[in-house]
């Protein structure tokens, strides 16, 4: 006999829940039709039809309850939004710590046919590889020497003075064995009661 109870009221679930997903259906097609009727009207006409403010002059405290209606478009529920965002200073000052708060994925900011020098699995290999070669050929590149002009005859010899040498002062080094003394051992001493 409960077989028999299972059956039905699983039956009566199942009829409950086309009946609600018929009357959803029949709900979302009257919306898109009123949505259709609406696209065609500016927003002006459409604010008036359905006695709202214009949502770019809202200020702070007005409601914005009846933009949140199924039947105004997603335009104006957006302007509305965004107005009432922008007037409340809980939600309109973010305070940066928002880990996911920029768009990555903007496709206007991609520049096509990028070349860098990171290769996955290997990082900047082939750059620094590249940059230590380039070192090494200036290192061996032969130096080229640069011709000095001959004086002319007719000029005395220049003669170059070298600078007197600075004197070496030396410090003298005291007998660092006496000096030195070996810190004492640190023992640790457990006394115990009783």
Not at 153 to 169: L, N, R
Request: net charge negative; aromatic share 6%; charged share 30%.
């Amino acid at each position: 006999m409960s077989e028999a109870r299972d059956f039905w009221s699983r039956r009566k679930a199942a009829v409950e829940a086309e009946t609600e997903a018929e009357d959803l259906a029949t709900e979302e097609q009257a919306i898109a039709a009123q949505h259709a009727a609406l696209n065609e009207k500016s927003d002006a006409e459409i604010l008036a039809e359905f006695d709202l403010p214009d949502p770019d002059h809202l200020q702070s405290g007005d409601d914005v309850s009846g933009f949140m209606a199924k039947a105004v478009p997603d335009r104006l529920r957006r302007r509305a939004l965004r107005r009432l965002w922008r007037l409340n200073p809980v939600l309109a000052n973010v305070d940066g710590l928002v880990d996911y708060g920029e768009d990555y994925t903007d496709a206007s900011c991609v520049i096509e046919n990028i070349q860098t020098a990171y290769q996955v699995g290997k990082g900047m290999l082939a750059h620094v590889e590249a940059l230590a070669a380039a070192a090494e050929a200036e290192d061996a590149a032969p130096e080229v020497e640069t011709e000095t002009p001959e004086p002319e005859a007719d000029a005395p010899p220049e003669i170059a003075e070298e600078p007197a040498p600075e004197p070496v002062v030396t410090a003298q080094a005291e007998d660092a064995e006496e000096d030195y003394l070996p810190p004492a051992p640190r023992r640790m001493k457990f006394e115990f009661e009783g």
